[in-house]
């Protein structure tokens, strides 16, 4: 069976930074890649950053340069650190791990969302 905690959202002024964090545990023989998304309201969800086991990264165009997501694989936690944050980044945030449990079986989980608010 596997864990899946997601934590860190909050309220951040304009130009303000956050950190969420998204730990899988439990009987995964490895973590493929872990993807954040996000949804605001009457908006469909968007993937905002993945990160592969082998350290490859993806951005969507509108966080670029402002989002980094990272991972302390030792730990099988990852994280999205956003910086510079607009009104604009204002929604539910996803982490969507993916890979093996122990008996080989595949997994696409979902977190259960976090909220992140961009206003002043």
């Known amino acids: 069976q596997v864990q899946l905690v997601e934590s860190g959202g909050g309220l951040v002024q304009p130009g303000g930074s956050l950190t969420l964090s998204c730990t899988v545990s439990?009987?995964?023989?490895?973590?493929?890649?872990v993807g954040w998304y996000r949804q605001a309201p009457g908006k469909e969800r968007e993937l905002v950053a993945r990160?592969?086991?082998?350290?490859?990264?993806t951005y969507s165009d509108s966080v670029k340069g402002r989002f980094t997501t990272s991972g302390d694989y030792a730990k099988n936690t990852k994280y999205l650190q956003m910086h510079s944050l607009k009104p604009e980044d204002t929604a539910v945030y996803y982490c969507?791990?993916?890979?093996?449990?122990?008996?080989?079986?595949?997994?696409?989980?979902w977190g259960q969302g976090t909220q992140v608010t961009v206003s002043s």
């Open positions: 969507n791990p993916v890979g093996y449990y122990a008996d080989n079986r595949s997994f696409d989980l």
């Open positions: 439990g009987s995964i023989v490895s973590l493929n890649a």
């Open positions: 990160l592969t086991s082998g350290g490859a990264t």
